[in-house]
Each structure stands twice: as structure tokens, then as C-alpha cells.
């Protein structure tokens, strides 16, 4: 719940009012909840086995939403193009971030993006 900044709860949240609406609706409110508990708690997990800082934001979160909703038009059998550019530029960015020295967890970041993208192939696989 808290945040570095206001600017940084902002753009977080940004991202979850935009999103969230059309996530709860492709997948329900307690579906989207398991979501955002489960990667809430897995990020927290393995950021305390892997790295000696905390974590701060819901960043995670929104990247969970950012890969999931390039999920909400999936067909069975495919990838959507929407996916791959979204795991391409958001992952990619973080990837690259990663390789400076910013006081960001890209760690969080690029976790909950690939939940996300597992939720949604696994959700939508019909």
C-alpha cells in the first residue's frame, strides 16, 4: 500500500483504475483478487530470498494487469499480437532498466508481468 512518492502512486494507480475495470469484468472481482493476492505474495517471497531490500508500490500489480489485459480478446490455440508487443516493450524496458542502478525493483516488475502471463494462458485456455 504505500508508495515512494506521489507521483509514484499515481502512476501506479493510474494503471490499476484504467485496467482494473476491464479486468474485473473478463475475469470477476474474485478472480482478480486471487490474482493480485497471489502475485502480491509470491514477488514478496522470493524479493526476501533473493535480495536484502523491501518492496515499495503496487508495480507488480500493475504489470500483472498490464500482461493480463492483452489477454481479454485470447482465443484458444493463440498468441495475441497484443502480447507480444506488450511483453516485448514493458519486459524489455525492465530488462534493460535492471542493468542500471535505480533504487527500482525491475525484479517486482517483471515478476508480475510474467504471473500475468501465466494467469492468462492458463484462464483462457479453453
Known sequence: ???QNLEHLVG???FILLLGPILEE???SQRLLFFILTTAFIT???NALFFNTGLLGASGIVFLFILLASFTT???GEIPLTF???????IGQEVYNA???DNISQ???ILGGIIGSVFGFKVNKT
Not at 507480444?84 to 514493458?90: A, D, Q
Open 1 to 3: 500500500m504505500g508508495h
Open 12 to 14: 501506479n494507480f493510474t
Open 26 to 28: 473478463k475475469y470477476g
Open 44 to 46: 514478496g517471497v522470493l
Open 74 to 76: 485470447f482465443k484458444s
Open 84 to 90: 507480444i508487443l506488450i511483453f516485448v516493450i514493458f
Open 99 to 101: 542493468l542500471g542502478n
Open 107 to 109: 525484479f517486482a516488475h
